[in-house]
């Protein structure tokens, strides 16, 4: 719709990625520790996305990012209810 390219190939979204793999994780707790980061870290770059598709006025980008916000702090609040947090 904004008449530009996205990523499409698995090559493309590997280059481009910041979260990482986790080695071996074999503890629950440190698995949901690791989970927990990665979602607060997505979290971050969606609010930035929101900031910037807002200035643009954006709007259907403005309404996606707000869905994937509220989808993953309620993910980080299940996260947190399971770690007894």
Do not use: C
């Not at 530009?4 to 503890?27: C, F, G, K, M, N």
């Not at 979602?39 to 869905?67: F, H, N, P, W, Y």
């Amino acid at each position: 719709a904004l008449k530009h390219t996205p990523l499409h190939t698995l090559e493309d979204y590997l280059r481009e990625a910041s979260l990482r793999e986790a080695p071996q994780i074999t503890d629950g707790d440190e698995a949901l520790k690791q989970v927990r980061a990665e979602v607060s870290e997505l979290l971050e770059s969606q609010r930035e996305i929101l900031k910037a598709a807002s200035e643009a006025e954006d709007e259907g980008t403005v309404s996606l990012m707000s869905e994937y916000i509220e989808a993953d702090e309620k993910f980080l609040w299940m996260l947190d209810a399971a770690a007894g947090e």
